[in-house]
């Protein structure tokens, strides 16, 4: 990542969790397919709840090594089991 997009990322995480799903949507569809909606609806709703809740205290965050090595040992098992 240029130090550019890693300013840009920083600031926008500072963001309100609105706001940040607004520029995650406007940033997904400026680069899929034209026309499409960027999510489902049912999908952002879930989304801007969690978001909610994150603002609100109440969100369990994990940290991207956790979730990445999550994510892996998952698609692992998906593939061998």
Not at 38 to 63: K, M, Q, T, Y
Request: aromatic content about 4%; overall charge negative; glycine content about 8%.
């Amino acid at each position: 990542m240029s130090l550019k997009v890693e300013e840009l990322l920083e600031r926008a995480l500072e963001l309100p969790g609105e706001d940040r799903l607004q520029l995650a949507e406007a940033l997904l569809s400026s680069v899929g397919p034209a026309g499409a909606p960027p999510f489902d609806p049912e999908w952002l709703a879930e989304a801007r709840h969690r978001a909610s809740r994150i603002d609100r205290g109440e969100g369990i965050l994990s940290d991207w090594e956790e979730v990445r090595e999550r994510a892996r040992r998952s698609l692992g098992e998906q593939t061998h089991g």
